[in-house]
């Protein structure tokens, strides 16, 4: 993938596909410390001790229509290759937790991209599920979450209206502008 | 400097959402389908998408609903989007965002199949 967002937007997919009605996004980046880690969280089926320790081999994939799984073994390469790396944990029936952490100054590292998009894409095709995205940058913070904005606009459906989508999306790219210090575009 | 969005002025757009379900009531008159498997997202189905809700939101219409499927098996043909309208789904292939926002404009709102990028039919 050729933006972390992307790669975001992977692995909250995998979370849905889980099942999960929960699902916790949280991006944290220092510069001073050079990190970047992005942990999902979410309370989905989850996998059993034996499937966590062949996720990375691209040849497993709980897909019915392909053979090849391609996304967490290829993040991987990348972290690993940046300064970092990426852990899994999972428990069958509870869920599943994924951190990927790289050196924030690596050159190889992938720019963040249009995150602002992906967090749209998940609430736009997801709205009934709780999702919560907190995004810090150097000691600035900015928190969304499903449920709360579900309060505000009534209910899921209202979720659906495009209105409310398009207002949502330039919401969340106002505010990564602001936590990247106005200049940059959120594509740090 | 323009002023940053409060999450409060959401709360005004709730009668807007409100009026709009209350208009199309029940069921969509037309789904919106994205493939959202990993190779959907890397071809650019992300993108397919954000142009779908501008172009739907340019035109105010809202008789739409957006969902997402996984994955078809069709990787050589994503980004794959699919409109379901007057009973019959149609698989468009390759879908950009310039695309994206021509199949709204012709088939999710006027009716019109966009034959050229059709892949297939159920």
């Given at each position: 993938?050729?933006?972390?967002?992307?790669?975001?937007?992977?692995?909250?997919?995998?979370?849905?596909?889980?099942?999960?009605?929960?699902?916790?996004?949280?991006?944290?980046?220092?510069?001073?410390?050079?990190?970047?880690?992005?942990?999902?969280?979410?309370?989905?089926?989850?996998?059993?001790?034996?499937?966590?320790?062949?996720?990375?081999?691209?040849?497993?994939?709980?897909?019915?229509?392909?053979?090849?799984?391609?996304?967490?073994?290829?993040?991987?390469?990348?972290?690993?290759?940046?300064?970092?790396?990426?852990?899994?944990?999972?428990?069958?029936?509870?869920?599943?937790?994924?951190?990927?952490?790289?050196?924030?100054?690596?050159?190889?590292?992938?720019?963040?991209?249009?995150?602002?998009?992906?967090?749209?894409?998940?609430?736009?095709?997801?709205p009934e599920?709780n999702?919560?995205?907190?995004?810090?940058?150097?000691?600035?913070?900015?928190?969304?979450s499903t449920k709360e904005i579900r309060e505000i606009v009534g209910d899921a459906?209202a979720l659906?209206?495009?209105?409310?989508?398009?207002?949502?999306?330039?919401?969340?790219?106002?505010?990564?502008?602001?936590?990247?210090?106005?200049?940059?575009?959120?594509?740090? | 400097?323009?002023?940053?969005?409060?999450?409060?002025?959401?709360?005004?757009?709730?009668?807007?959402?409100?009026?709009?379900?209350?208009?199309?009531?029940?069921?969509?008159?037309?789904?919106?389908?994205?493939?959202?498997?990993?190779?959907?997202?890397?071809?650019?189905?992300?993108?397919?998408?954000?142009?779908?809700?501008?172009?739907?939101?340019?035109?105010?219409?809202?008789?739409?609903?957006?969902?997402?499927?996984?994955?078809?098996?069709?990787?050589?043909?994503?980004?794959?989007?699919?409109?379901?309208?007057?009973?019959?789904?149609?698989?468009?292939?390759?879908?950009?965002?310039?695309?994206?926002?021509?199949?709204?404009?012709?088939?999710?709102?006027?009716?019109?199949?966009?034959?050229?990028?059709?892949?297939?039919?159920?």
């Amino acid at each position: 993938m050729k933006e972390l967002s992307l790669n975001i937007l992977d692995i909250v997919e995998n979370s849905i596909k889980s099942g999960a009605k929960n699902i916790n996004l949280e991006i944290e980046e220092e510069n001073k410390k050079d990190f970047l880690i992005i942990t999902v969280k979410d309370d989905g089926k989850g996998m059993d001790d034996e499937f966590v320790k062949i996720i990375f081999d691209p040849f497993t994939t709980t897909s019915t229509n392909k053979k090849v799984g391609l996304g967490l073994p290829l993040l991987r390469e990348e972290a690993e290759s940046c300064g970092g790396g990426i852990e899994i944990q999972s428990k069958k029936g509870k869920g599943t937790i994924v951190v990927v952490k790289f050196k924030h100054s690596h050159i190889d590292r992938p720019p963040m991209g249009d995150l602002a998009s992906t967090i749209l894409t998940i609430i736009a095709t997801n709205p009934e599920i709780n999702f919560s995205y907190v995004h810090k940058v150097n000691g600035k913070v900015f928190k969304l979450s499903t449920k709360e904005i579900r309060e505000i606009v009534g209910d899921a459906a209202a979720l659906r209206d495009v209105t409310i989508l398009k207002w949502l999306g330039d919401y969340v790219r106002e505010n990564i502008k602001t936590l990247y210090g106005g200049e940059r575009s959120g594509k740090n | 400097m323009e002023k940053i969005k409060s999450i409060e002025e959401l709360r005004k757009l709730r009668e807007h959402a409100r009026e709009s379900l209350k208009v199309r009531s029940g069921e969509a008159k037309v789904k919106i389908m994205v493939s959202m498997g990993t190779v959907g997202i890397a071809a650019g189905a992300r993108d397919a998408l954000m142009a779908i809700i501008s172009e739907l939101e340019k035109r105010q219409f809202h008789d739409a609903q957006i969902v997402e499927r996984g994955s078809l098996g069709l990787d050589k043909e994503e980004p794959v989007v699919a409109v379901e309208r007057d009973n019959k789904t149609v698989f468009y292939g390759k879908v950009t965002p310039e695309m994206a926002r021509e199949i709204v404009a012709q088939h999710v709102i006027n009716g019109q199949i966009v034959s050229e990028w059709v892949i297939a039919k159920e």
